[in-house]
């Protein structure tokens, strides 16, 4: 009997907590002249997910603004745009950590997304 409780004591643990180890992967991506690191992806709220992470400037120049377009595919879709990530005055070879950039879509995770660079301004 004391198994049966400490199980469910487990479970229900387990479903009302919002930690959830298997959903708290980490990503890398090397884009044209700057990097996304220790990209995480929040729990849905309201039919959104949010990016939090770090940016980093690969050049030697300051970067006036560059924009990340973030593209998601379903099962039965293509790729399409679900969100954009603007990032301002970066630092040469700089980076910085940003968090609550959010995209909207329900059921994503890393299989299901890329990102690509869609918009640079660097300093002359």
Same mark, same amino acid.
């Not at 004591?9 to 479903?15: K, P, T, V």
């Not at 399409?80 to 940003?98: A, I, T």
């Given at each position: 009997?004391?198994?049966?409780?400490?199980?469910?004591?487990?479970?229900?643990?387990?479903?009302?907590?919002?930690?959830?180890?298997?959903?708290?992967?980490?990503?890398?991506?090397?884009?044209?002249?700057?990097?996304?690191?220790?990209?995480?992806?929040?729990?849905?709220?309201?039919?959104?997910?949010?990016?939090?992470?770090?940016?980093?400037?690969?050049?030697?120049?300051?970067? +006036? !603004?560059?924009?990340? #377009?973030?593209? @998601?595919?379903? *099962?039965?879709?293509?790729?399409?745009?679900?969100?954009?990530? /603007? $990032?301002?005055? +970066? !630092?040469?070879?700089? #980076?910085?950590? @940003?968090?609550? *950039?959010?995209?909207?879509?329900?059921?994503?995770?890393?299989? /299901? $997304?890329?990102?690509?660079?869609?918009?640079?301004?660097?300093?002359?």
């Amino acid at each position: 009997m004391k198994k049966i409780i400490f199980l469910f004591f487990i479970l229900s643990f387990m479903s009302f907590s919002s930690f959830n180890p298997f959903n708290h992967k980490k990503y890398n991506f090397t884009l044209e002249n700057v990097s996304l690191l220790n990209i995480q992806l929040s729990e849905t709220i309201g039919g959104r997910k949010y990016f939090e992470g770090i940016i980093k400037n690969n050049t030697n120049k300051k970067i +006036l !603004k560059a924009e990340i #377009s973030v593209l @998601f595919k379903d *099962k039965n879709n293509p790729y399409h745009l679900v969100g954009k990530m /603007d $990032f301002y005055n +970066l !630092k040469p070879k700089g #980076s910085s950590s @940003f968090s609550g *950039k959010s995209v909207h879509v329900n059921d994503i995770n890393g299989q /299901d $997304f890329k990102v690509k660079l869609s918009e640079l301004i660097m300093e002359k």
